[in-house]
Antibody
Framework: QVQLVESGGGLVKPGGSLRLSCAAS????????MSWVRQAPGKGLEWVSY???????NYADSVKGRFTISRDSAKRSVYLQMNSLRAEDTAIYYC?????????????WGQGILVTVSS | QSVLTQPPSASGTPGQRVAISCSGS????????ISWYQQLPGTTPKLLIY???ERPSGVPDRFSGSKSATSASLAITGLQSDDEADYYC???????????FGTGTKVTVL
């Protein structure tokens, strides 16, 4: 069955970097648009980035120029490289799959991974 | 308006009907399909409604969605204690070229 498992979170100092990984099983990541969504403690959901089937990437203004999404189809994984981290980037980061071509909804989500940016 | 506005809270007694609104703009809700997500306490969001009014397999028909112009709505009929959760709408915004989530609504079953 479809499963998404995030890893790579943790505590990092402001200005630091972190790379999140999302391991997919039950489907090929090359066949779907994939996305990252985050949720600050006690707050709502915020879309972060997506990568298309042709590796086009798009980002929320809040992370543009600092975060990079990528995919390794052979490893069945999607990544989020996060640089120049700020306290406001502290959140649970979810990996999510778009349900199909031209769809705009997420049908599967990972369990989430916590990123804490603090000195 | 680069946000999707939802009421912060809604409540009802078991068996009642609760409706949650989602207000957007001409560049978001008016032009793009709406989806709705349910997030039970301490869990991952779950897709409830997509394409404005369609339910994924396994979602009870007590949940229904609708859209008109720049607003959308999620209705829960026959409210149950298990429905206590946060609910979020979502829509692409053509002006921002990004996905917007609503501000979220906490549903309480009294």
């Amino acid at each position: 069955q479809v499963q998404l498992v995030e890893s790579g979170g943790g505590l990092v100092k402001p200005g630091g970097s972190l790379r999140l990984s999302c391991a997919a099983s039950g489907f090929a990541v090359s066949d779907y648009y994939m996305s990252w969504v985050r949720q600050a403690p006690g707050k709502g959901l915020e879309w972060v980035s997506y990568i298309s089937r042709t590796d086009y990437a798009n980002y929320a203004d809040s992370v543009k120029g600092r975060f990079t999404i990528s995919r390794d189809s052979a490893k069945r994984s999607v990544y989020l490289q996060m640089n120049s981290l700020r306290a406001e980037d502290t959140a649970i980061y979810y990996c999510a799959r778009y349900s199909g071509l031209n769809s705009q909804e997420f049908d599967y989500w990972g369990q989430g991974i916590l990123v804490t940016v603090s000195s | 308006q680069s946000v999707l506005t939802q009421p912060p809270s809604a409540s009802g007694t078991p068996g009642q009907r609760v409706a949650i609104s989602c207000s957007g703009s001409s560049s978001s809700v008016a032009r793009n399909p709406i989806s709705w997500y349910q997030q039970l306490p301490g869990t991952t969001p779950k897709l409830l409604i997509y394409n404005n009014d369609e339910r994924p397999s396994g979602v009870p028909d007590r949940f229904s969605g609708s859209k008109s112009a720049t607003s959308a709505s999620l209705a829960i009929t026959g409210l149950q204690s298990d429905d206590e959760a946060d609910y979020y709408c979502a829509s692409w915004d053509d002006s921002l070229n990004g996905l917007l989530f609503g501000t979220g609504t906490k549903v309480t079953v009294l």
